[in-house]
């Protein structure tokens, strides 16, 4: 069973500009959640990919977008980046099911803007 | 909107002993599910343990159990017989129920530092 994968795993990059991550969902799995870890606070829910299809967003900016592909893997893209958009950002998969809800998550992508 | 509280910032125990961490949640959900997470210096967020509202009996995995008082709101974590390589920061995290069978979104609290001293 693969698990959930990230890349890259460190980006500098300045403000003003844009930004792509990426994440491969583990085998088996349909859903993606994207999360943005600030500096020693818990995850916060950015959105929810589902069928390629937005399924949920928490209170971020519509410079935040993302997509899922057909084989579930899925990017976050942030446009017009800003200070504060410096942090860990977390992929997490998970099996659209009846009865299911456990969230698996990737290594993060550890992202610093100057 | 739900709201998960850690009110231990850092915890330190001695190594084969037992620790407890604390996590209280807000919500007028009736069913949802609860979850402990790890995340080591490597980051990885590991789930540790997990538990379901509507179920009675606390959850345990090895040396990992909660105590879940679903009128008080309060879900601990007790680790027994600790050891070095629990040294991490813990997170509680609550999702409520989705009928529909999809997934929710994780509310999660701003987490304890467990630190395990040999």
């Known amino acids: 069973e693969t698990g959930v994968t990230q890349s890259p795993t460190h980006l500098i990059k300045t403000r003003g500009q844009q930004v792509t991550l990426r994440c491969s969902s583990q085998?088996?799995?349909?859903?993606v959640s994207w999360y943005q870890q600030a500096l020693g606070q818990g995850p916060q829910f950015i959105f929810q990919?589902?069928?390629?299809?937005?399924?949920g967003r928490g209170n971020f900016p519509p410079r935040f977008s993302g997509l899922q592909f057909p084989n579930y893997s899925s990017e976050l893209n942030v446009n017009a980046l800003e200070l504060d958009d410096s942090a860990l950002y977390l992929c997490?998969?998970?099996?659209?099911?009846?009865?299911?809800?456990?969230?698996?998550f990737g290594p993060g992508t550890r992202l610093t803007v100057t | 909107a739900q709201t998960v509280t850690q009110s231990q910032p850092e915890m330190s125990v001695q190594e084969a002993e037992t620790v407890t961490l604390s996590c209280t949640y807000d919500?007028?959900?009736?069913?949802?599910?609860l979850f402990w997470y790890k995340q080591p210096p490597s980051r990885q967020m590991i789930l540790v343990i997990r538990?379901?509202?509507?179920?009675?009996q606390n959850a345990t995995e090895n040396r990992f159990s909660v105590n879940f008082q679903k009128a008080a709101k309060s879900f601990s974590l007790k680790i027994s017989d600790s050891q070095l390589g629990d040294t991490a920061m813990y997170f509680c995290?609550?999702?409520?129920?989705?009928?529909?069978?999809?997934?929710?979104?994780?509310?999660f609290g701003k987490g304890t530092k467990l630190t395990v001293n040999p």
């Open positions: 919500t007028s959900e009736n069913n949802y599910y």
């Open positions: 538990q379901e509202a509507y179920k009675q």
């Open positions: 085998s088996g799995h349909n859903t």
């Open positions: 990919y589902y069928r390629e299809e937005e399924n």
């Open positions: 997490a998969s998970s099996l659209w099911l009846a009865g299911s809800y456990e969230q698996y």
């Open positions: 995290a609550f999702m409520k129920h989705d009928s529909q069978g999809g997934s929710e979104k994780l509310v």
